[in-house]
């Protein structure tokens, strides 16, 4: 079976070009006359299996500064979201540590005022805990 030329490029463009996480998990296909995309996008399989299986999209010289467009705002909405869950986690973090600050420090009190068992006192301590039995 001779495959298609675009699936060659598409070959070529996802084995050269396609290596997450060092790039992004897709590629692009520029297509330079108007006709010659048409006859991509209007052959469905094709595609499809451009886009499904070599992850790639086929644009055009229409098309591609459009795609790039929209890559470069979905790309900023990303890093937008990626700082406001940093911050949001860095918040957390601040409130969990003011806390657990907060939460020893009241323990600590607690525990000066606890008198320390000795073998001198603990009789004493024991006769006490028995007259409450009672």
Do not use: C, W
């Not at 209007?42 to 591609?64: C, H, P, S, W």
């Not at 459009?66 to 406001?84: C, P």
């Amino acid at each position: 079976m001779v495959l298609m030329p675009e699936f060659n490029f598409a070959k070529d463009i996802h084995g050269k070009y396609i290596v997450p996480p060092k790039t992004t998990d897709f590629a692009q296909m520029f297509l330079p006359t108007e006709g010659l995309y048409a006859e991509v996008v209007q052959n469905v399989a094709l595609f499809e299996e451009l886009r499904d299986k070599y992850k790639i999209m086929a644009v055009g010289a229409a098309t591609l500064s459009a795609f790039l467009a929209s890559l470069q705002m979905g790309f900023k909405t990303l890093a937008i979201e990626q700082r406001k869950a940093q911050k949001q986690l860095q918040t957390a973090d601040k409130t969990l540590t003011e806390i657990v600050g907060r939460r020893t420090r009241a323990i600590n009190r607690a525990l000066r005022g606890v008198e320390k068992v000795t073998e001198t006192n603990a009789p004493l301590l024991i006769e006490l805990e028995d007259t409450v039995d009672e």
